[in-house]
């Protein structure tokens, strides 16, 4: 099994990125009339940044891409800390500011959204080089840091509303508790992100560490694209959507 999970990882992740992505596509008509789109819009994000990712896999000798070989953009670092670890975090920021009522705790969010764009921003300029061959522990702890905000911002809400009484109906409870465990889980794992990074000398890597991470990324994946699936399935709209 867990020799099947190292040589399919990348293949089951994607599968389940795309199984969520599809579930939103087919119930869209459901949502569309609420915040809960931009939600589906996201997920459909992530497959269409998931898939130009992949290029790497065509900078080899006798691939259409084999001219990025020994170039800057020759690994996708870059990419994933543009589109995931500043995207997705901005996403959720704006998401949340949607969902949530108070004034108050929207301002916050939107404050500390513009202050993590703008640190991360400055922070690749200054590591410009390292922008393209690993990834940056602090932008992954400070983006989790909002999704925390996001998240516990909302579970108040929820608690101090009657929405309590059928909380286990709503997508926004599934979403915030998926997004949630996963950044809990995964924030982590950044510290030691180096022991996978393709400038290390391939019989100097930790494979013990990388099979552990792997497993992880994967249990982590499954749990929060399956809460997805199955809340797009299972969960109606609310009748008051904030859209403001």
Known sequence: MNE???????LLIHLLEFIAALTGIIFYKKFNYSSYKYFIWF???IIICEIIGSYTLYVKDGKFLYFLKGTIIEKNYWWSTIFWKIGAIIFFAFYFNKILKSRQKKTIIRYCALSFLIFSVGYILIHWEAFFTSFFPIISILGSVIIFICTVFYFIETLESDNILSFYKSLNFYISTAIFIWWLIITPIVFYDNYTTYQIDVFQRDWEYIKIRRLLYLSANIFMYSTFTFALIFCKPEKE????
């Open 4 to 10: 099947f999970i190292q040589k399919n990882y990348t």
């Open 43 to 45: 997920l459909i994000y």
């Open 241 to 244: 959507i904030d859209l403001n």
